[in-house]
């Protein structure tokens, strides 16, 4: 992985560096020096950037937009990161040992996968919040961890055929190769074959296409949140974007903030993704 990591340009050292921050903000906000992002600001509201007080300027209602992006990127970046590295690792599992193993098993899986695939993401995920965090009496009130726990099984549902067929993939071109089949030759139970050559060459497809999976999340979690089914109290970058949205007239930085985080957040993660995918190719040209 470090030797993946060798040599960025600037750019992808910008979107890393990008990365780092908004991980870096998830985990020690709470700590930070902020105003509470639940705690409006009555005689602040709808100040502009750079603010007294309000670095980023607040909404109509006097929230304090640092506080709820800081607040919201933990949110966004949980939601997306357990998504894809759950989905990631049982669409790995799933799609090296269909591979491995071919015939029935692997024609079920890839047809499965296929069957997923063909659903819209966003349909997919509409589909399985509404099954799992909604009632159908109006007096029940679904707790937000509920909901945000099935935001995130839905959002791994969507992840796990696709990297379960990256996996699929790349194990059908590895399984083949001189030491995976000497190592047969030997008597080498499929097991520790699977373990001990197949997944370390897999898992570098399965990095590059994750990153790409994490921007994907984020949008199809800020996409739920627009459409009233995602996260809610704008705990997220998503729930601040559908917050705001009938704010842009008049507050019309309350929506450029979350926005533009939102969306260098997914262009960094694409930008790594496509170097990881780069490094990947030179890597396997020299095997």
């Given at each position: 992985m470090r030797r993946l990591l060798g040599g960025m340009d600037v750019f992808t050292r910008a979107c890393a560096g990008w990365m780092s921050l908004m991980v870096l903000l998830a985990v020690v906000g709470p700590f930070l020096p902020l105003p509470d992002p639940r705690e409006a600001d009555f005689e602040a509201s709808a100040v502009g950037l750079f603010s007294p007080g309000h670095v980023l300027g607040t909404d109509s209602n006097g929230y304090d937009l640092l506080s709820n992006v800081v607040n919201g990127a933990r949110t966004s970046l949980m939601i997306a990161f357990v998504s894809v590295v759950v989905g990631g690792a049982l669409g790995a599992a799933i799609g090296i040992v269909s591979a491995y193993r071919r015939g029935r098993i692997d024609r079920v899986v890839n047809l499965?996968?296929?069957?997923?695939?063909?659903?819209?993401?966003?349909?997919?995920?509409l589909a399985l919040v509404a099954i799992l965090a909604t009632s159908s009496d109006p007096s029940v009130v679904i707790s937000p961890s509920r909901r945000v726990v099935v935001i995130m099984i839905a959002l791994t549902c969507v992840v796990l055929p696709v990297l379960g067929r990256i996996a699929r993939g790349a194990t059908l071109?590895?399984?083949?190769?001189?030491?995976?089949?000497a190592a047969r030759s030997m008597g080498m139970r499929d097991r520790h074959i699977i373990l001990r050559h197949i997944v370390p060459n897999v898992l570098p497809a399965i990095y590059s296409v994750g990153f790409l999976a994490v921007g994907v999340v984020i949008v199809a979690e800020g996409a739920l949140s627009l459409l009233g089914v995602g996260v809610v109290d704008g705990v997220s970058w998503g729930a601040m974007i559908s917050r705001v949205a009938g704010e842009f007239t008049f507050v019309p930085h309350s929506m450029y903030v979350p926005v533009t985080v939102l969306a260098l957040t997914v262009i960094a993660s694409n930008q790594l993704g496509d170097y990881l995918r780069s490094r990947l190719d030179l890597r396997e040209g020299r095997l």
């Open positions: 499965l996968f296929n069957i997923v695939l063909s659903i819209p993401n966003l349909v997919l995920g071109t590895w399984i083949n190769r001189e030491f995976v089949v």
